[in-house]
């Protein structure tokens, strides 16, 4: 006889007609979309797409889908979840509704792009007013600019689909380049403005496709941010990228709009005169970490008069930061005395070299805005046709929004929940169980009093329905 000792309890199963809910805790995201308007902003948009009289309306199918990609669902099929949970979710459209929905929306690409910009320009104006003192165009200024990430990943995928193609590492599928905003370490996690669909044999320093998913990303950005004559206040964004951004096509664009920028940059070849000035540390200045503490191991120092720049936009300097290379780090040939040396160009007006390297090098957020949207959509495209795919695109960017903007509108400022990334909204949120039952010819959702997160439950859930009642009345900010 084999004794055994559990790890976890063996309890029977049996099977019920209750209303239970597996997926209770998405009622905060479903709850806070309803309050934004969500609905009537999409039928304003997107009508054209579904017949008359038909019953799930764009509203319904988008707001749907979109609950579901943030919730962890992967395909149009999981809508199954929601379905299954009507007196919660309301009637979810059926995966041929949805078909029907973007084959239609398809037909007409040019359509359906711009009813989406025209939506994120409107939720994003509606839900930055309701921020109040942490609207991101209030808090934008001229020294202190909103921030945007521009940066290109690969999506692999494992089929034939309309303009997959081999990608530069060997696999095969597409190379979306991404936009999105960055609020900053302590104010959350940002937003994505844009997500361009690409073949995967295109690169991620091509100078066009900046230009356009810029385009796409300022197209968005709402009303706050227009100054006394109706033109985007350009002097208040900075935009920044990796040295893929660096072309000089790319950033003399960026100057002509009046934009400033911050870039990295690959350093020429040095000669022995530079070698020997870069490990004389005499003229360099500690560097800050993203507290704004100094290091002891990393340096920092105004180039531009040292090594020449050709052909940039007026004003561009060049910076050098200098820390030692990390375990492991194989040393290339500009890297001298042990020192790994990085560089990046900015036409910033600050001129505090230890401020701008910590906020160029905070660039590197956006590579977790990225994973989120892959994590919610963007890395498993369902469709054959590249439209399709490039739709299902945006609505990955409409699902990581929603949640931002959860954050951002309804958390009281300072809140823990307020920097939590998509994984961990979904395990210790979304994925709370609950009971539906009538009382007094109401419906009411009961939750345990023991979940982790019943506290921050009720302060969206409250937070919501005071959002709801204040655009209701007019108001939108507090």
């Not at 999105?180 to 066009?208: C, F, H, Q, W």
Request: charged content about 20%; overall charge positive; hydrophobic content about 40%.
């Amino acid at each position: 006889m084999i004794n055994t000792i559990r790890v976890f309890p063996s309890v029977p199963v049996s099977f019920s007609g209750q209303l239970l809910v597996s997926h209770a805790g998405l009622n905060v995201l479903s709850s806070f979309v309803d309050a934004t308007g969500f609905g009537a902003l999409c039928e304003d948009r997107f009508s054209q797409f579904v017949p008359e009289r038909a019953v799930h309306r764009p509203g319904r199918i988008l707001g749907s889908l979109a609950v579901m990609l943030a919730g962890g669902g992967e395909h149009v099929s999981d809508l199954d979840v929601l379905r299954n949970s009507p007196g919660l979710f309301g009637q979810v459209p059926s995966n041929a509704t949805v078909s029907s929905f973007v084959a239609r929306a398809t037909g007409q690409p040019e359509a359906f792009a711009h009813g989406f910009t025209t939506l994120s320009r409107r939720l994003r104006s509606r839900i930055w007013e309701a921020a109040g003192t942490r609207n991101p165009a209030v808090l934008a200024t001229r020294l202190d600019p909103l921030l945007i990430d521009i940066d290109a990943t690969l999506v692999t995928v494992h089929s034939e689909k309309e303009n997959s193609v081999g990608t530069y590492k060997g696999g095969y599928g597409f190379a979306p380049m991404v936009a999105s905003i960055d609020y900053g370490s302590e104010n959350g996690t940002g937003e994505v403005l844009a997500a361009m669909l690409r073949p995967g044999n295109k690169t991620a320093n091509n100078a066009k496709d900046h230009i356009t998913v810029l385009a796409e990303a300022l197209a968005q950005l709402p009303e706050a941010l227009l100054d006394g004559h109706g033109n985007l206040d350009t002097e208040r964004i900075l935009v920044r990228t990796d040295s893929a951004g660096a072309s000089r096509e790319f950033l003399h664009h960026l100057h002509s709009m009046g934009l400033q920028f911050s870039t990295s940059f690959a350093l020429p070849v040095p000669n022995e005169r530079f070698i020997h000035w870069i490990n004389d540390k005499e003229h360099w200045e500690p560097a800050l970490d993203q507290h704004g503490n100094q290091r002891h191991d990393a340096w920092v120092i105004d180039a531009t008069k040292v090594i020449e720049l050709k052909d940039y936009p007026d004003g561009t300097r060049l910076y050098l930061r200098a820390e030692p290379l990390h375990p492991g780090a194989k040393a290339s040939l500009f890297d001298v005395d042990g020192h790994r040396v990085t560089a990046f160009l900015t036409n910033a007006p600050r001129w505090n070299v230890a401020f701008l390297d910590a906020r160029h090098r905070a660039r590197a957020r956006c590579e977790n805005r990225i994973k989120t949207l892959k994590n919610t959509g963007l890395g498993k495209l369902p469709f054959n046709a590249f439209a399709a795919n490039q739709l299902w695109a945006d609505l990955a960017v409409l699902a990581v929004n929603f949640v931002s903007w959860m954050q951002l509108a309804v958390l009281p400022a300072g809140h823990g929940a307020g920097v939590w990334d998509m994984k961990r909204w979904r395990y210790r949120v979304f994925s709370i169980a609950g009971k539906l039952i009538s009382s007094a010819r109401q419906r009411r959702l009961l939750i345990p009093e023991a979940a982790p997160e019943a506290s921050l439950f009720t302060v969206l859930i409250d937070g919501s329905a005071r959002l709801r009642h204040r655009w209701r009345q007019g108001r939108r900010a507090t």
